[in-house]
């Protein structure tokens, strides 16, 4: 079975800080790897996925994430956080190749930004 | 922009009632995922259909239903309502086979009372 922890519920930052958000996953086969985030009240907006190839992604809004399959991680990242990042972010694996529709996701990390 | 449309946004049912959402799938996708998001949690997937049958269900009971239309467009279906069935449910289309990412939808926040 196919399985993703985020080790952190809830991390705060300052603006202008770097951030790293974590993830690590189970999954028995070549995984799809995605990072969304979510605004309150409202659906998910993909930030960035990794199918195959460099390990190393990068997204939309300057986020990036590194795939290391030795630790099973999936960790974003972003070098300078802007208050318009505040959101939940969640890490999601799926089936590779076929179905990305069905998806495994964590139960996300909440992101506050500190002016 | 997505392109992924669902209806109704909001909506409050009585605990035994029955609620029908829908959802409209991205041009060119052929599959549609649906997902409940409880409070604080991240999405569980409830079942996915592809050329109109069901193809894959999480660990969500029988009164949860769904169908898939010709035009892709799908609904969910949930029977005997629950208080515990407050959630977000979000529906994500993707194409079978295409190596891409699952579009999601702004979602449907059902609270039963």
């Known amino acids: 079975a196919q399985s993703v922890t985020q080790p952190d519920i809830h991390i705060t930052v300052s603006e202008g800080a770097s951030l790293e958000l974590r993830c690590n996953y189970s999954?028995?086969?070549?995984?799809?790897l995605f990072w969304y985030v979510q605004s309150p009240g409202q659906g998910l907006q993909l930030l960035l996925k990794?199918?195959?190839?460099?390990?190393l992604v990068q997204g939309i809004k300057g986020f990036e994430a590194e795939f290391k399959r030795s630790q099973s991680s999936f960790n974003l990242r972003k070098p300078s956080v802007h208050w318009s990042d505040a959101a939940e972010y969640f890490c999601?694996?799926?089936?590779?190749?076929?179905?990305?529709?069905?998806?495994?996701f964590g139960d996300g990390t909440t992101l506050t930004v500190k002016p | 922009e997505t392109g992924v449309t669902q209806s109704p946004t909001h909506l409050i049912k009585t605990r035994g009632q029955q609620v029908t959402l829908r959802c409209s799938s991205q041009?060119?996708?052929?599959?549609v995922s649906w997902y409940q998001q409880a409070l604080g949690q991240g999405p569980q997937f409830i079942f996915q259909y592809y050329r109109e049958e069901e193809n894959g269900r999480g660990n969500f009971p029988p009164r949860f239903s769904g169908l898939q239309f010709p035009n892709y467009s799908s609904e969910l279906n949930v029977n005997a309502l629950e208080l515990d069935d407050s959630a977000l449910y979000l529906c994500a289309s993707s194409l079978w086979g295409g190596n891409t990412e699952a579009f999601f939808g702004q979602g449907t926040r059902l609270t039963v009372v």
């Open positions: 990794y199918f195959s190839g460099d390990t």
């Open positions: 999601a694996v799926g089936r590779f190749p076929t179905n990305a529709g069905k998806s495994t």
């Open positions: 041009s060119g996708h052929n599959t």
């Open positions: 999954y028995g086969a070549t995984p799809y």
